[in-house]
Every structure is written in C-alpha cells, then in structure tokens.
Nanobody
Framework: QVQLVESGGGLVQAGGSLRLSCAAS????????MGWFRQAPGKEREFVAA????????FYADSVKGRFTISRDNAKNTMYLQMNSLKPEDTAVYYC?????????????WGQGTQVTVSS
C-alpha cells in the first residue's frame, strides 16, 4: 500500500510562489508516474501536472504551463510542484497522485491534499 503526504501549502499573495512536496512511502516511487491535481470550492478536481517514473516528460495543464514546474527526487521518494506567478484562480486544495495514467487521467493512490490560497 502506498501512502502519499503533501506539504507546503499556505496563503500567498498574487504573483508569489509556493513549493509543494509529496512524500511517498510503502512502495518505491520510481515504480510509477506521479501527478498533481487540484480542486477549487464548488468545482471538480482537475489535472495540473504529471511526471514520468524517471522524472522526465513533464506534462502540464494549459492553465499552469510556464508558471508551474513539476519534478521528483526518487532517492527521496518525493515529488515537487514549484508554483510561480500565482493567481487567485490557483486557489484550491492540491492533491498528489501516485501510479498516474495520463491516458485515462486516473491514479491509483491519492494524498489527503494541501490547501493553497492566493489572495488578490
């Protein structure tokens, strides 16, 4: 069983930056692709970014392309999301996804989420 724990969320002003982390345990994280999703109040969960098992081939939603960077450190079983130039519409609960399948946009494992709030 895989456990994913997010951290790094918080309150930031528009234009600011945050770095989210997702620590994985229970299975070697390099065995599977990972990703980030987010869910704003009253909206469905949406895809943000994904990264392959090796750390290559990052893929982003159009809404965050050029502002967010996904990365991973398999030696630490940790994935990151560097978020720059944050906008109020980025406000959401951000979820880490493990064993992610890009074709179906589904994941086998999920974290509990971390809140990101961007004030205008």
């Amino acid at each position: 069983q895989v456990q994913l724990v997010e951290s790094g969320g918080g309150l930031v002003q528009a234009g600011g930056s945050l770095r989210l982390s997702c620590a994985a345990s229970g299975r070697t994280s390099s065995d599977y692709a990972m990703g980030w999703f987010r869910q704003a109040p009253g909206k469905e969960r949406e895809f943000v970014a994904a990264i392959s098992r090796s750390g290559g081939s990052p893929f982003y939603a159009d809404s965050v392309k050029g502002r967010f960077t996904i990365s991973r450190d398999n030696a630490k079983n940790t994935m990151y999301l560097q978020m720059n130039s944050l906008k109020p519409e980025d406000t959401a609960v951000y979820y880490c996804a493990g064993d992610f399948r890009l074709v179906t946009m589904t994941a086998r494992y999920w974290g509990q989420g971390t809140q990101v709030t961007v004030s205008s």
